[in-house]
């Protein structure tokens, strides 16, 4: 089966996808891992920042004090372990707005 999508550059405009053939309404054509998330300011008490269910209570990461989660933190460590290096510089004047904001010197924390 030919893929229904393809890579175009667009000049000055960076990458693109378009579509290859007939893609019918409702159709899968893409699927993807996000590359970062998160919950944002207002909901963060109250939702898991692993797995993002609704709980009424939440274990805190002791590292950062700021994720939340309804597991014992070692099933996300992993995925925790980058950001509480950085989440515990910011504490307790962590940034308010609710956008998030990623360049490269930010990921080096």
């Known amino acids: 089966m030919a893929p229904k999508l393809e890579r175009f550059v667009s000049p000055g405009k960076g990458d693109g996808l378009r579509a290859a053939a007939r893609i019918q309404r409702g159709e899968l054509v893409h699927s993807a891992e996000p590359l970062a998330c998160c919950v944002s300011n207002k909901l963060s008490r109250h939702f898991c920042h692993h797995c993002f269910s609704r709980q009424e209570t939440l274990?805190?990461?002791?590292?950062?004090?700021?994720?939340?989660?309804?597991?014992?933190?070692?099933?996300?460590?992993?995925?925790?372990?980058?950001?509480?290096?950085?989440?515990?510089?910011?504490?307790?004047?962590?940034?308010?707005?609710?956008?998030?904001?990623?360049?490269?010197?930010?990921?080096?924390?």
Do not use: D
């Open 59 to 109: 274990l805190r990461c002791s590292q950062c004090k700021m994720a939340r989660y309804c597991n014992p933190l070692k099933q996300a460590w992993i995925g925790h372990k980058r950001e509480c290096k950085c989440l515990k510089t910011f504490y307790p004047e962590f940034p308010l707005t609710q956008s998030v904001s990623l360049q490269e010197s930010s990921l080096a924390c």
